[in-house]
């Protein structure tokens, strides 16, 4: 009965040990994404946020948007970061960390509208150690006036290279959809 016992208790601490002795390593935590739209036109910047204070996903989002011309060219740079108690003091900036793990992460930028006509052209300019796709800055082309649903979604440890977010699988650290409007 003791060594029956003692087995169950060396297979429960065995099952029970830590991830990282399995080589397992738990991605950064996120709430903050920043969009810097710069125009191509005149270099002039528009600043889009998105912060998650429970870490929940849309339940209580604090967002702002922003006024883009039609028929206008943009870099858009993002800038990932976790604040836990959004007091600026304990805001951990977390772009260093996806550059410095390249291959280990990857942004998506999908648009949500039904025709997507808004935006004619949205392309990742930026890659990883590997030369495959990392998402951390991008080009877009508007098109006509109207409001735009632009979904961001941080990836950890996806596949790559792949050809869009439905095949890089891998863990979502941070989703959230971020709108903003193409005014003529």
Same mark, same amino acid.
């Given at each position: 009965?003791?060594?029956?016992?003692? +087995? +169950?208790?060396?297979?429960?601490? +065995?099952?029970?040990?830590?991830?990282?002795?399995?080589?397992?390593?738990?991605?950064?935590?996120?709430?903050?994404? #920043?969009? !810097?739209?710069?125009?191509?036109?005149?270099? #002039?910047?528009?600043?889009?946020?998105? !912060?998650?204070?429970?870490?929940?996903?849309?339940?209580?989002?604090? !967002?702002?948007?922003?006024?883009?011309?039609?028929?206008?060219?943009?870099? /858009?740079?993002? $800038?990932?970061?976790?604040?836990?108690?959004?007091?600026?003091?304990?805001?951990?900036?977390?772009?260093?960390?996806?550059?410095?793990?390249?291959?280990?992460?990857?942004?998506?930028? &999908?648009?949500?509208?039904? $025709?997507? =006509?808004?935006? =004619?052209?949205?392309?990742? /300019?930026?890659?990883? @150690? $590997?030369?495959? !796709?990392? %998402?951390?800055?991008?080009?877009?082309?508007?098109?006509?006036? %109207?409001?735009?649903?632009?979904? +961001?979604?941080?990836?950890? @440890?996806? &596949?790559?290279?792949?050809?869009?977010?439905?095949?890089?699988?891998?863990?979502?650290?941070?989703?959230?959809?971020?709108?903003? /409007? /193409?005014?003529?």
């Amino acid at each position: 009965m003791r060594i029956g016992f003692l +087995v +169950v208790c060396c297979l429960i601490s +065995v099952s029970c040990s830590d991830l990282d002795d399995l080589g397992y390593v738990e991605p950064e935590k996120y709430n903050i994404v #920043e969009l !810097t739209f710069i125009a191509k036109e005149d270099n #002039e910047e528009f600043f889009l946020s998105y !912060t998650d204070p429970d870490l929940e996903g849309p339940l209580n989002p604090q !967002t702002n948007t922003v006024q883009l011309k039609n028929n206008s060219d943009y870099t /858009i740079r993002l $800038n990932f970061a976790y604040d836990f108690i959004l007091d600026e003091e304990e805001r951990v900036d977390r772009n260093d960390t996806i550059l410095s793990n390249s291959k280990d992460y990857q942004v998506f930028l &999908i648009l949500e509208n039904e $025709n997507n =006509s808004f935006v =004619s052209t949205l392309d990742a /300019i930026d890659t990883d @150690d $590997n030369q495959n !796709t990392l %998402g951390l800055e991008w080009e877009m082309n508007t098109a006509i006036t %109207g409001f735009v649903d632009m979904r +961001v979604v941080l990836v950890y @440890d996806p &596949i790559k290279p792949n050809s869009n977010f439905n095949s890089a699988e891998g863990l979502i650290v941070f989703d959230a959809t971020v709108n903003f /409007i /193409i005014q003529g």
